[in-house]
Nanobody
Framework: QVQLVESGGGSVQAGDSLRLSCAAS??????MGWFRQAPGKEREFVAT????????YYVDSVKGRFTISRDNAKNTVALQMNSLKPEDTAVYYC????????????????????WGQGIQVTVSS
């Protein structure tokens, strides 16, 4: 059974940092990514990383502030979030793709096969 479990969320002040982690189990994955959903908005792409770790991609609003990384030996993916802003407030979801090469990375939700339950990140001004 495949499971993705996020951890590391919480409430912080603007300018602070948080590190989200996602522990995956049940199989190996190609691309992994993070999405978020703010209140009243649709879920949006945040960051993705290929299995090789070589290919990374971020939504423009987090470039230079967020860093995605993965450890294939531990089957984990992390999102280091620095210089947090109130507009980063959302429920963050870990996602993993069951198909693709070690070089593939995906920004569309439909390309991911497995999802975590989500974790709240709240940034106050």
């Amino acid at each position: 059974q495949v499971q993705l479990v996020e951890s590391g969320g919480g409430s912080v002040q603007a300018g602070d940092s948080l590190r989200l982690s996602c522990a995956a189990s049940g199989r190996t994955f190609s691309a992994m990514g993070w999405f978020r959903q703010a209140p009243g908005k649709e879920r949006e792409f945040v960051a993705t990383i290929s299995r090789s770790g070589y290919n990374l991609y971020y939504v423009d609003s987090v470039k230079g502030r967020f860093t995605i990384s993965r450890d294939n030996a531990k089957n984990t993916v992390a999102l280091q979030m620095n210089s947090l802003k109130p507009e980063d407030t959302a429920v963050y979801y870990c996602a993993a793709a069951g198909r693709g090469s070690i070089w593939d990375y995906y920004t569309r939700q439909r390309d991911y096969d497995y999802w975590g339950q989500g974790i709240q990140v709240t940034v106050s001004s």
